[in-house]
C-alpha cells in the first residue's frame, strides 16, 4: 500500500511535493564555528548559483555555490528553514548532504 501524504512548502519551483514513502537521507548544515543542522531529511530545497535544487533520496553527487535565501529541509512533513547568505553544497556519493555557510 503506498502512503500518500501532501507537503506544503514555500519554495519559489515547489508548490505541492507528494511524498511515496521516501526514504530519509542525513543532511548536514554547518558553520565554521558550529553544526547549525544535522538529522534526516526526505528533501532539501536551495538557491543555487546555477538555479533553484531540489534534494530527494539518491539524488547524484551533486556540489554547487548557494545563493542568498534560504535552505528548507523536509523531513515527515515537517519543514525547517534556515536563512543563508551564502555558502555551499555538496550531494557525496553515499548520499548525505552537507551544506557549508
Excluded: W
Excluded at 511524498?19 to 564555528?33: A, Y
Excluded at 544535522?38 to 548557494?66: K, R
Excluded at 555558502?87 to 557549508?100: M, S, Y
Aim: hydrophobic share 45%; proline share 4%.
Amino acid at each position: 500500500m503506498i502512503n500518500f501524504e501532501l507537503i506544503n512548502c514555500d519554495f519559489e519551483l515547489c508548490i505541492l511535493n507528494f511524498k511515496l514513502n521516501i526514504m530519509s537521507f542525513n543532511v548536514q548544515v554547518l558553520t565554521p564555528d558550529k553544526t547549525i543542522f544535522s538529522g534526516p531529511a526526505d528533501a532539501v530545497y536551495a538557491s543555487a548559483e546555477n538555479g533553484d535544487i531540489g534534494i530527494l533520496e539518491d539524488h547524484a553527487p551533486y556540489a554547487s555555490t548557494l545563493k542568498d535565501g534560504m535552505i528548507e529541509i523536509i523531513h515527515s512533513g515537517k519543514k525547517k528553514e534556515i536563512p543563508i547568505e551564502d555558502g555551499a553544497l555538496e550531494v557525496r556519493e553515499d548520499g548525505e548532504v552537507v551544506v557549508l555557510i
